[in-house]
């Protein structure tokens, strides 16, 4: 199995936080970064293929996953338009490093060891949702009818319940899926989400919902997220030290 994470976007939302390095270097505490923290715990679970989508400031980025001193295969692969594209479009632009089975992520999202255990242990392809967590308007949704997943996007709210793009993706489904993003991008569908092009072949790449319910699974997308996350870990740090200081 291989990791895609996508690391092409310009964190315009970040402010001056993305004004030196691409949003991924985001610092979460003092000893770990968005995607250290991801590459960790890809590390942990035994994930060791990498695939890493990069644009803005891509030399820094590269340098830095080569200093985290992770026994890991990195491929790098750039977005040449990652200004005028979206994420649709960097899939595209790695397809040739991708007929796998795939771990699909965002390079902003947070995560909890157990969520990714719990989406490894899974039998079928499946994306990480909460039935807990309330609808937000910024956020994907997913409309799941007879226990798979529908549609994804943003615009869903009607049998919907919050998603987040972490994904496991079996060869034979992820190539349904791929398939079609080469379609919407050779068709100069770019500027949309890979999303799009999965809700038009739903009914054949068969992903199934994993329920995270409470625990951490989220984007970063501004900085009021950014605070809520550090929050979270630290009360996630605390919450461990507590259990473990109970069995000592």
Same mark, same amino acid.
């Given at each position: 199995?291989?990791a895609?994470?996508?690391?092409?976007?310009?964190?315009?939302?970040?402010?001056?936080? @993305?004004?030196? %390095?691409p949003?991924?270097? @985001?610092?979460i505490?003092?000893?770990?970064?968005?995607?250290s923290? $991801?590459?960790?715990?890809? +590390?942990?679970?035994?994930?060791?293929?990498?695939?890493?989508?990069?644009?803005?400031? /891509?030399e820094?980025?590269v340098?830095?996953?080569?200093?985290?001193?992770?026994?890991?295969?990195? @491929?790098f692969?750039? &977005?040449?338009?990652?200004?005028?594209t &979206?994420?649709? %479009?960097?899939?595209?632009?790695?397809?040739?490093?991708?007929?796998?089975?795939?771990?699909? !992520? *965002?390079?902003? !999202?947070?995560?909890?060891?157990?969520?990714?255990?719990?989406?490894l242990?899974? +039998?079928?392809?499946?994306?990480?949702?909460?039935?807990?967590?309330?609808?937000?308007?910024?956020?994907?949704?997913?409309v799941?009818? /007879?226990?798979?997943?529908?549609?994804?996007?943003?615009?869903?709210?009607?049998?919907?319940?919050?998603?987040?793009?972490?994904y496991?993706?079996?060869?034979?489904?992820w190539?349904?899926?791929?398939?079609?993003?080469?379609? %919407?991008?050779? &068709?100069? $569908?770019?500027?949309?989400?890979?999303? /799009?092009?999965f &809700?038009?072949?739903? *009914?054949?790449?068969?992903?199934?919902?994993?329920?995270?319910?409470? +625990?951490?699974?989220?984007?970063?997308?501004?900085?009021? /997220?950014?605070?809520?996350?550090?929050?979270?870990?630290?009360?996630?740090?605390?919450?461990?030290?507590?259990?473990?200081?109970?069995?000592?």
């Open positions: 199995m291989k895609l994470i996508l690391n092409s976007g310009m964190g315009r939302r970040m402010g001056d936080l @993305t004004s030196k %390095y949003k991924c270097m @985001t610092k505490s003092e000893e770990e970064t968005i995607l923290r $991801q590459l960790k715990l890809l +590390h942990q679970c035994g994930i060791s293929d990498i695939v890493i989508t990069t644009g803005f400031f /891509d820094v980025l340098k830095y996953c080569g200093s985290l001193d992770l026994s890991l295969k990195y @491929t692969v750039k &977005n040449p338009i990652y200004d005028k &979206n994420y649709i %479009y960097s899939i595209y632009t790695a397809r040739e490093y991708l007929y796998d089975d795939i771990l699909l !992520l *965002h390079g902003d !999202l947070v995560f909890e060891l157990c969520v990714l255990q719990d989406l242990k899974q +039998h079928n392809s499946c994306m990480a949702v909460s039935s807990t967590v309330p609808l937000s308007p910024k956020d994907f949704k997913a799941i009818k /007879d226990g798979l997943i529908q549609k994804i996007g943003v615009e869903f709210f009607s049998d919907a319940v919050a998603a987040q793009p972490l496991k993706i079996y060869r034979q489904d190539e349904v899926w791929l398939d079609r993003i080469i379609i %919407y991008c050779e &068709n100069g $569908q770019v500027q949309c989400y890979a999303e /799009d092009a &809700n038009e072949i739903s *009914h054949r790449c068969l992903i199934y919902p994993m329920d995270f319910m409470d +625990h951490l699974c989220a984007e970063i997308d501004t900085p009021e /997220d950014l605070l809520l996350i550090k929050a979270k870990l630290s009360y996630i740090g605390r919450d461990r030290e507590r259990r473990r200081e109970r069995i000592l």
